[in-house]
């Protein structure tokens, strides 16, 4: 019987890796402990908050904290959040806990039939998609090599695609040694190493550099062979942008973990992921008296104005129903 049942879930686990899902229901649970507190002390916390959107369908199943939060929203890209403080705190760990329901879509946007929403941009958002951040210039390194890579194209989706090429065979992923995970592109130019925010960032700074909008987006990943699991650390990604198509989705740093998928990611991102939120060099609402954050999806916390990084985290997805619809 025993072998019966293992026999089972390893077919049941090999569909799942092998087929493409059209969508997958799942909850997401996003708890953390704020520990070891200094007594008397002000606390301020941000919580960043998963959202609906074209593929993504959040709702909010229940909500676990030691002090009142307030939903708030950051006005450069909307990022929406928790936000919790009190004047002196009064117990040395506080704990958080949300609970949410996901429905989460295939995004495919060169490929047929797509699965993509139309888009277009104002004049003020394809200025801050074409901006530097503090970790990602479009001068100097990163713009040499596009224009190198790039030459000779003219059509912007040829131009991303050699880009994404060049980052795809240049970089590899690998969490060794120190410096990687920042975003910061300089480093990614000089170690071709690095992880999920590594790859894109050089994607998006080597992009912008050639007049072609790009942004970021970060949040968690799902295990496409599980049902139920921990999930130890963040994932990101990206979109660039073509006038008469909109937003296409890549993932370079997937497409390396698996090459016999690396046409489907540029053009496509798959279900196994939730997005929480977008954007670099934030500010955050109500401001933190910190600097900008490189990115936020972990809580952010200060004491006494000072970012405070004891915190424990403590993430798991649990499918609610598994979806295996071929594509």
Same mark, same amino acid.
């Given at each position: ?18 087929? !493409?899902? @059209? ?127 790039? @030459?000779? @194209? ?5 131009? !991303? ?71 130890a650390g963040y994932h990101c990604w990206s979109d660039f942008y ?59 916390? @200060? ?8 915190? !424990? ?15």
């Amino acid at each position: 019987m025993l072998r019966r049942i293992f026999i089972l879930s390893s077919l049941l686990g090999f569909v799942l890796s092998a087929s !493409a899902q @059209e969508s997958r229901h799942f909850t997401f649970h996003y708890a953390f402990t704020v520990k070891n507190l200094p007594a008397g002390k002000k606390v301020r916390i941000w919580i960043p908050a998963a959202h609906s959107d074209a593929y993504q369908e959040v709702k909010v199943l229940s909500v676990s904290a030691d002090l009142p939060l307030k939903k708030t929203r950051e006005a450069k890209h909307g990022n929406q959040m928790y936000f919790a403080e009190t004047a002196s705190s009064a117990h040395p760990d506080l704990h958080f806990d949300i609970q949410y329901d996901v429905v989460r879509h295939e995004r495919i946007a060169l490929s047929a039939p797509p699965r993509v929403v139309p888009a277009a941009l104002s004049a003020e958002e394809r200025r801050q998609d074409l901006a530097p951040n503090a970790l990602v210039p479009i001068t100097g390194i990163p713009a040499d090599l596009a224009a190198k890579v790039t @030459e000779g @194209e003219t059509d912007p989706l040829a131009k !991303a695609r050699a880009i994404y090429d060049y980052v795809f065979s240049t970089m590899r992923y690998d969490k060794t040694g120190t410096g990687w995970g920042r975003g910061d592109v300089l480093y990614a130019c000089d170690a071709k190493k690095g992880n999920c925010t590594d790859f894109h960032s050089l994607f998006i700074a080597m992009a912008r550099s050639q007049g072609i909008p790009a942004r970021f987006e970060i949040g968690f990943p799902l295990p496409s062979d599980q049902h139920a699991a921990e999930i130890a650390g963040y994932h990101c990604w990206s979109d660039f942008y073509v006038d008469g198509k909109g937003w296409i989705p890549v993932d370079i740093s997937e497409a390396w973990k698996h090459p016999d998928k690396k046409n489907y990611f540029f053009g496509s991102h798959d279900v196994n992921r939730v997005q929480f939120t977008m954007g670099r060099d934030l500010r955050l609402a109500p401001p933190q008296q910190g600097k900008p954050l490189n990115y936020f999806v972990y809580p952010y916390v @200060e004491v006494n104005g000072e970012e405070y990084p004891n915190v !424990a985290l403590d993430f798991s997805v649990a499918d609610v129903a598994p979806a295996l619809a071929k594509r």
